[in-house]
Structure formats: structure tokens, C-alpha cells
């Protein structure tokens, strides 16, 4: 691996990726326009033939029986858990690192999350630490399929089966990823994909919940129109009434995601081309880690998820300072990069506080004991604060897009040890130090 040492943009350099390389994802085509513009034209905006028909061209596409689309994946989720029958009280586990949904669906049901840490290496839930989270009063599990990597399912089924517990997939950005060929949201009892902008399947925003089971279908479905219309089940001796919200998708957006739905095959292996040229090009550079795609499973390629590893890189300082010195000298090359949470689910303020509606509710009235130490999900700490994702590898960004890209991580890792790393990094989170992260190699 030859490294370039040219000077940074950081130092006066040239950027590697010039101004303006980069173009906004989705491309939007004649196809977009046709759709939307009948759709305005049609005079019906709210609920109507675009997203009923979303609804059977998702179901079809991905392999589910039922689909029902919603205003966002957040919505589509909270439908999953009320589907498997969650009550208020009842715990789920879900992993320690995520989007906030993940865990925010859960407490909007009034229910408690247990978190449970991460795979040191995808950084999904690592499905070795679940049962020992298991108590009498968990329902489900709710896995994450994140950065469009599939989470273990089979060994997460198994344990779930074994406790008679549901498993939902928060599939929100792993749209059309296999997990031993199977795609993701057909693997568990319930599921949710988000169509918000920045997903491989864009309409704006937007959510598509699915399962294959028609009676939870009609139980989630309760949670989208105002609810309060469906009695709970004769044989609950907890019952839950299904108290709804307004989750309604609409036509435009519907219409956008049914002609985006036309290309995501294409989108996700043009996507995956350029994945692979990444591989290719930043292969055994000393101080980055690369993203691997597990065994036995087809990422979306949705995120180019890299770490950082301070001691190849023979910095000796805590790893989110070196992080956060890339990414400013990555950027000032052009090159799209982004760090997402820099915080993992246990430190989210409710959760923390224990207090998402005030009066401590819902862990008070339900005297749950669970423990958010953060210092308990070693793995989540180490990812939150080690990776970066180079973004926007997907359409219209072609091939030589990825090649500019390349050239610049080339350009920073071989000027690591001309970057004042400490100064670079002086306005980044200290508090690592007492949160109790580990260091281990990925
Ligand atoms: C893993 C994960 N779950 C849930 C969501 C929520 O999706 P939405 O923004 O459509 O509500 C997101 C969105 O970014 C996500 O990344």
C-alpha cells in the first residue's frame, strides 16, 4: 500500500475530492417527476391509490405478506412492537448503539429498554449477551440491521424462541440486505424500514412497517389512525386498548418512494461497486480499520463504516481525539464523511435520568431496576467513539467519485504524523475518559 503524502487541504494542499464532485443522493429522474406530478395532479394528497399501492409493491419487493406505509421508520416501529402485544412495563432488548428510535419506540409504549452491548466488530447486537438481560418481564428483542449490515439473526431467533419472546428488525437502513440469502424485515415477526432522505430507499421521510402475520397486522394497524377503536384481545389479563396516534402516510411521498422503488436494485449494486472499490483502494493502511461484510450476509452498502486504531496509528492519546483529528483533515479534502451518535443509547438524557414523561415515568410506576452504567456496553463506548462513515457513496456519485475519495483517506493517513492531532481534537468529548471505555483491537 503506497501512501500519499502531498500536503493536506488541512496544510494548503489541493482537496482530493473537488468542490462540487460530490452530488446530492437520490438523482431524481423523468420517472420521479411522472409519478409526483400525476400524483398533484390527481387532487387527492392525504391517503390514496399511491400508497396502497407502495404498500403491495414493498410487500412484494422485499418478501413480506403485509405492509402498511407510515409517516416515518420511528412510526413503523413503535406499529412492530404494539403488533407482538407490548404492554406497558414490559422490557425489550435492544442494543447499547443505535439510532434513538430504537430505543424511543420502546418507551413510548411505556415500556422499559434493556440495553445489551454490541458485536466488537459490526457493532450489531451481539446475540452471545442477550440472555443473561432476559428477565420475567421481557417481551421482545428488537434487533438493528445498522449501517445496512445484518444482524446475526439466527443465533438472536433462537434465543427469542427459546423465551418465547417476539423479534422485530429495525431494517430502517438495510433495505434489500440478505442475511443467509433471506432479505432483511422477512426474518422476524415484525418489522420496520425508513424512507427518509438519507435511506437507500428515499421518499423525503416516510415508514414501511411489515409482517406476515395478519392478526398483527390489525393490532399494529390500530396505532395509525387516532386508534381506539379495537378492544383488546378476550384472553389478555393485561389488556392494552390500542391507543392510537396519527401515523398516515401520504400521496406524494408514496409516489416519490414507488418510483425511487423502480431503481433500488440497481442503487444497491451501484452502491456495492463502489464499496468494493473503497475495499480495494484503502486495503492495509496502518491506523484504519475497514468495514467487513459478515459471513454469510449481503450488506446494502447503505454506510461505509470505518475505525480508527490509535495504536497502529502510534498515537497515544484516547481514540476520539485521533477520530475526530481524521475526520476534520478528511473534510477539509472533500472527502463525505460524518460521525453519527457520538453517544450510545444508555446516555441518551431519558434514559439516563430515567424520566421520559416526568415523575420518572415509565420506570417509576413500573419500579424497574434495569442499570444504564454506560460502562457496561464496552463495545458500544469504543465504536461510538472510534468510527466515521464515509457518505454519499451511492448514486448519481459514479466511480471516479469513490477513486477521488480514496485519494484523499490516502492523502490523511499518510500525513498522520504531520497532524497536530491533540489541537485538531481540542473540541472533543473528554467525558470518554469516565465512561468507562476499554481499549480493544477490531
Ligand atoms: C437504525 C434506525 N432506526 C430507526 C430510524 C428512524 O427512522 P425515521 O427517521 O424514518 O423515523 C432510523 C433513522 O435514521 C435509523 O437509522
Same mark, same amino acid.
Given at each position: 500500500m503506497t501512501?500519499?503524502?502531498?500536503?493536506?487541504?488541512?496544510?494548503?494542499?489541493?482537496?482530493?475530492?473537488?468542490? +462540487?464532485?460530490?452530488?446530492?443522493?437520490?438523482?431524481?429522474?423523468?420517472?420521479d417527476e411522472a409519478y409526483v406530478l400525476r400524483s398533484l395532479r390527481s387532487g387527492s394528497h392525504a391517503w390514496g391509490e399511491n400508497c396502497e399501492a407502495l404498500q403491495r409493491?414493498?410487500?412484494?419487493?422485499?418478501?413480506?405478506?403485509?405492509?402498511?406505509?407510515?409517516?416515518?421508520?420511528?412510526?413503523?416501529?413503535?406499529m412492530a412492537l404494539v403488533a407482538c402485544g407490548l404492554?406497558?412495563?414490559?422490557?425489550?432488548?435492544?442494543?447499547?448503539?443505535?439510532?434513538?428510535?430504537?430505543?424511543?419506540?420502546?418507551?413510548?409504549?411505556?415500556?422499559?429498554?434493556?440495553?445489551?452491548?454490541?458485536?466488537?466488530?459490526?457493532?450489531?447486537?451481539?446475540?452471545?449477551?442477550?440472555?443473561?438481560?432476559?428477565?420475567?418481564?421481557t417481551r421482545a428483542i428488537l434487533a438493528v440491521h445498522l449501517h445496512g449490515v445484518p444482524a446475526?439473526?439466527?443465533? /438472536?431467533?433462537?434465543?427469542?424462541?427459546?423465551?418465547?419472546?417476539?423479534?422485530?428488525?429495525?431494517?430502517?437502513?438495510?433495505?434489500?440486505?440478505?442475511?443467509? +440469502?433471506?432479505?432483511v424485515g422477512t426474518i422476524g415477526d415484525a418489522a420496520a424500514f425508513s424512507l427518509n432522505q438519507n435511506k437507500m430507499l428515499s421518499a423525503g421521510e416516510g415508514g414501511l412497517f411489515v409482517t406476515d402475520d395478519a392478526e398483527r397486522l390489525e393490532r399494529g394497524r390500530s396505532l395509525v389512525l387516532f386508534g381506539d377503536f379495537r378492544p383488546p384481545l378476550p384472553e389478555s389479563e393485561n389488556p392494552a386498548y390500542g391507543l392510537g396516534y396519527m401515523y398516515r402516510y401520504n400521496e406524494l411521498c408514496a409516489a416519490y418512494a414507488r418510483a425511487q422503488l423502480t431503481r433500488l436494485e440497481d442503487s444497491i449494486a451501484h452502491a456495492r461497486r463502489l464499496?468494493?472499490?473503497?475495499?480495494?483502494?484503502?486495503? +492495509?493502511?496502518?491506523?484504519?480499520?475497514?468495514?467487513?461484510?459478515?459471513?454469510?450476509?449481503?450488506?446494502?452498502?447503505?454506510?461505509?463504516?470505518?475505525?480508527?486504531?490509535?495504536?497502529?496509528?502510534?498515537?497515544?492519546?484516547?481514540?476520539?481525539?485521533?477520530?475526530?483529528?481524521?475526520?476534520?483533515?478528511?473534510?477539509?479534502?472533500?472527502?463525505?464523511?460524518?460521525?453519527?451518535?457520538?453517544?450510545?443509547?444508555?446516555?441518551?438524557?431519558?434514559?439516563?435520568?430515567?424520566?421520559?414523561? +416526568?415523575?420518572?415515568?415509565?420506570?417509576?410506576?413500573?419500579?424497574?431496576?434495569?442499570?444504564?452504567?454506560?460502562?457496561?456496553?464496552?463495545?458500544?463506548?469504543?465504536?461510538?467513539?472510534?468510527?466515521? /462513515?464515509i457518505s454519499d457513496l451511492r448514486l448519481p456519485n459514479g466511480e471516479e467519485v469513490a477513486r477521488m475519495i480514496v485519494e484523499g483517506v490516502r492523502k490523511v493517513f499518510g500525513n498522520l504524523d504531520r497532524l497536530d492531532i491533540d489541537d485538531l481534537a481540542k473540541n472533543a468529548d473528554v467525558s470518554i475518559y469516565e465512561r468507562g471505555w476499554q481499549r480493544h483491537r477490531l
Open positions: 501512501l500519499t503524502t502531498s500536503p493536506l487541504a488541512l496544510h494548503g494542499g489541493s482537496p482530493a475530492v473537488p468542490n +462540487g464532485a460530490i452530488r446530492p443522493s437520490p438523482p431524481t429522474t423523468a420517472l409493491e414493498w410487500a412484494d419487493w422485499n418478501g413480506n405478506a403485509h405492509c402498511l406505509a407510515l409517516t416515518s421508520g420511528t412510526a413503523a416501529l413503535q404492554k406497558a412495563s414490559d422490557e425489550v432488548i435492544t442494543p447499547a448503539y443505535s439510532w434513538t428510535s430504537s430505543a424511543s419506540c420502546i418507551l413510548h409504549h411505556h415500556a422499559i429498554p434493556v440495553f445489551v452491548d454490541v458485536d466488537p466488530v459490526h457493532s450489531n447486537l451481539d446475540p452471545a449477551k442477550i440472555e443473561a438481560a432476559i428477565t420475567p418481564r446475526d439473526m439466527d443465533p /438472536i431467533l433462537a434465543v427469542a424462541r427459546k423465551h418465547g419472546l417476539a423479534v422485530i428488525e429495525d431494517a430502517c437502513q438495510a433495505h434489500g440486505a440478505l442475511y443467509k +440469502g433471506k432479505k464499496f468494493a472499490i473503497l475495499r480495494e483502494g484503502l486495503e +492495509g493502511i496502518p491506523g484504519l480499520v475497514l468495514p467487513r461484510e459478515p459471513e454469510g450476509t449481503t450488506e446494502n452498502a447503505y454506510n461505509f463504516v470505518c475505525h480508527v486504531d490509535p495504536e497502529a496509528a502510534r498515537y497515544a492519546g484516547p481514540v476520539n481525539f485521533l477520530r475526530e483529528a481524521v475526520v476534520t483533515a478528511l473534510r477539509a479534502e472533500g472527502v463525505p464523511v460524518m460521525v453519527w451518535q457520538r453517544r450510545i443509547l444508555p446516555e441518551m438524557a431519558a434514559v439516563a435520568a430515567k424520566d421520559a414523561y +416526568g415523575n420518572g415515568s415509565p420506570w417509576r410506576e413500573h419500579a424497574s431496576t434495569v442499570e444504564y452504567d454506560p460502562a457496561q456496553f464496552p463495545h458500544a463506548l469504543y465504536h461510538s467513539a472510534s468510527y466515521f /462513515i
